[in-house]
């Protein structure tokens, strides 16, 4: 089943190169974006994580604005 289905696939790839390298082309950009996100959210998720008391850790903003500006 595998070997017909692998046959007719470069068959066709044989047939619309252009259309067929489109779709590999898409294939690996797409992968790759998955990739690259996993890989970011991976390591947003484990930023201080190897502190004893990671759950204590916070984060201290301040928003400072010029006079005559508004704050963004």
């Not at 007719?8 to 996100?37: D, E, K, Q, Y």
């Not at 990671?54 to 005559?68: F, H, K, L």
Request: aromatic share 6%.
């Amino acid at each position: 089943m595998l070997s017909r289905i692998l046959r007719s696939t470069f068959r066709a790839a044989r047939r619309r190169p252009g259309f067929a390298a489109l779709n590999v082309a898409g294939l690996a950009l797409g992968l790759a974006c998955c990739l690259l996100i996993a890989l970011y959210v991976h390591a947003e998720l484990t930023v201080d994580r190897f502190h004893e008391r990671a759950d204590r850790i916070v984060r201290v903003s301040q928003e400072v604005t010029a006079p005559g500006r508004e704050a963004l």
